[in-house]
């Protein structure tokens, strides 16, 4: 029986592990962290984090050839080895606020070769890391003097929170990048092997390490560019009365660009796509490409020029003043059908709001309350003012309704399914809310014709106010 071991029980080395150990049933699978209390709940009915289908998956294998643990031990029984551990951008030294923190990477290499005493291993890079990472993995295992030889392999996840479940079932490519030679290209077909289980032999694709860790950056860098592009157009159909559903559609139907990735938005998040961005702005730095590096770069800053606009939108919209008005936070993770929140975009918005002196009634069907507020006081460390009011102004509700109860605003941030026009009773919520009743939908699930039907004052991203609004030049 093959024995494949991966470090980190995160975001993407749970679910890939599951689904390895769905689809391979004679395959043995651990999963360790060092974290205790993740391990636990992943060994529990209350999984650490939410994607639709993970836990009937690990309910299905855990205990027969999936396994979670804490025991650093285990790992010395991997044939295979991946690495998934997380590489945060750096906030201090040498690289600060671009280049990747490759601590954990580093640490995980000096425990492998702590623990591997003998035979050959092969272990493989999940972690999104810089180009050329694999040399720095190479060179700390050969320097620690064990007998154990060991192949490498990049093999980057391509998974999207909310559907990683579905992309790891039915991917639209397997990446494996190896080292040169007949031991480089023998761990290649051996990691082939356990994805060619389900996944066809023309979608496993193979290239060198350099080729694989530069693939995972260049395509959440592609991906972002295009969300930053219609986001950047938003803001012309904004001044001009121009519908951005009509101008992303139209675009779209170019089969030169295709229609995914282009809807507009309050601004990406999640734990990929700035820093991976930033990742590969230090590169290019660092390659003495400043040209490069300025182009992927604006990508973040338009990201954060969306956020920005949309807030001041709500500021201005409400007479310039929101202090002590009632918010009502639709949703706080940063895509819908997930928990995760990292770098989301109503972590700006709300400390923004919160800066303002408003108070906020959030509701996140998938968010815990202490992610909330670890995250906003995380994103103000510098303001003391604002970290006071995320204990004072905040009040964290069970349901949309509660939300609304006495607010004068609504702001949608995530596209939850359930504040969808056709799903969520607006009507109710505009008999609950202060008169004038303002709505702000930063991820387009609204209809503002409808909802100025209702008696709201609507703002929807990019979309043209309702006539009568347009034609008087007010937004109420």
């Known amino acids: 029986m093959v024995n494949i071991v991966c470090i980190g029980a995160g975001y993407v080395g749970g679910p890939t592990m599951a689904m390895i150990a769905l689809k391979c049933p004679d395959v043995k699978v651990t999963v360790f962290d060092l974290n205790k209390a993740r391990i636990d709940a992943w060994n529990s009915d209350s999984l650490p984090i939410y994607e639709p289908g993970l836990h009937d998956i690990v309910m299905a294998r855990r205990g027969k050839n999936l396994f979670f643990t804490y025991e650093e031990a285990c790992v010395a029984d991997g044939d295979i080895i991946f690495i998934s551990v997380n590489t ?104 082939s092997s356990i994805y060619a289980n389900w996944v066809p032999q023309d979608r496993i694709i193979s290239t060198n390490l350099w080729s694989s860790e530069l693939s995972k950056l260049a395509a959440n860098a592609f991906l972002a560019q295009r969300i930053s592009s219609i986001n950047a157009i938003s803001a012309v159909c904004d001044a001009t009365g121009a519908d951005v559903d009509e101008v992303s559609n139209a675009i779209g139907k170019d089969s030169r660009l295709g229609a995914k990735f282009l809807r507009a938005s309050v601004g990406f998040g ?103 507020i670890e995250d906003l006081e995380y994103f103000c460390v510098d303001n003391e003012r604002v970290k006071k009011l995320i204990h004072t102004n905040i009040v964290f509700c069970k349901s949309a309704a509660e939300a609304t109860e006495g607010a004068s605003a609504i702001c949608v941030l995530t596209e939850w399914d359930e504040f969808k026009m056709d799903k969520c009773d607006y009507k109710g919520h505009f008999e609950r809310m202060e008169k004038p009743a303002f709505i702000f939908d930063g991820r387009l699930v609204t209809n503002a014709a409808a909802l100025k039907e209702i008696g709201f004052c609507p703002y929807v991203i990019g979309k043209p106010l309702p006539d009568a609004d347009a034609a008087a030049g007010f937004l109420f």
């Open 88 to 191: 945060p951008t750096k906030t201090f030294g040498v690289g600060k606020g671009r280049a990747a923190d490759l601590t954990y990477i580093e640490g995980c290499t000096r425990m492998i070769a702590r623990l591997v005493k003998d035979g050959h291993r092969i272990v493989v890079e999940k972690s999104t890391v810089p180009v050329r990472c694999s040399v720095a993995v190479r060179k700390v295992l050969n320097a620690q003097g064990c007998k154990a030889t060991f192949s490498i392999l990049s093999n980057p996840e391509f998974l999207a929170e909310g559907t990683a479940m579905a992309d790891l079932a039915a991917p639209d490519r397997v990446l494996i990048g190896c080292e040169a030679g007949e031991q480089g290209q023998a761990a290649l077909a051996a990691l």
């Open 270 to 372: 999640g734990s990929c796509f700035q820093k991976d961005i930033l990742n590969l702005v230090y590169l290019a730095e660092s390659l003495n490409l400043p040209e490069v590096a300025e182009y992927w770069h604006a990508v973040v800053k338009m990201n954060e020029f969306q956020r920005n606009r949309f807030t001041k939108r709500v500021v201005q919209t409400m007479l310039d003043t929101v202090n002590r008005k009632k918010f009502a936070i639709f949703g706080f993770a940063f895509k819908k059908d997930t928990g995760d929140t990292r770098e989301s975009s109503a972590i700006n918005v709300c400390s923004q709001l919160l800066e303002e002196g408003a108070i906020l009634n959030i509701y996140d069907p998938q968010v815990r309350r202490e992610t909330i």
